[in-house]
Nanobody, 127 residues
Framework: VQLQASGGGLVQAGGSLRLSCAAS????????MGWFRQAPGKEREFVAA????????YYADSVKGRFTISRDNAKNTVYLQMNSLKPEDTAVYYC?????????????????????WGQGTQVTVSS
């Protein structure tokens, strides 16, 4: 699976962005999909995930109510709609894929445990 993330940019606090992650290769619908982020000097952290079955989502507490993950299996794409952005959301955002993963499983897996990563897209939120 190859993942291509896009949609990052510079936005003011309170604004919105939508990230996209296009997947190619193996059967997209059999993969749990997720978004992670890494701020300067910090470890990569989980943001949101969608189960392989498409039946459930899971969010980090820090983004609940502000971010929404969705997937379009017909387009092999997963999205992250980010609203009410805060300066602390500034980070490089990575999409990730793991075969047969539930949303909750994506939320607790380490960097090494996830099979596929995209290249990252920068999100900068100014105050």
């Amino acid at each position: 699976v190859q993942l291509q993330a896009s949609g990052g940019g510079l936005v003011q606090a309170g604004g919105s962005l939508r990230l996209s992650c296009a997947a190619s290769g193996r059967i997209f619908s059999s993969y749990g999909m997720g978004w992670f982020r890494q701020a300067p000097g910090k470890e990569r952290e989980f943001v949101a995930a969608f189960s392989w079955s498409g039946g459930s989502t899971y969010y980090a507490d820090s983004v609940k109510g502000r971010f929404t993950i969705s997937r379009d299996n017909a387009k092999n794409t997963v999205y992250l709609q980010m609203n009410s952005l805060k300066p602390e959301d500034t980070a490089v955002y990575y999409c990730a894929a793991d075969p047969w993963a539930t949303a909750q499983a994506m939320g607790v897996r380490t960097f090494q445990e996830i099979d596929y990563w995209g290249q990252g897209t920068q999100v900068t939120v100014s105050s």
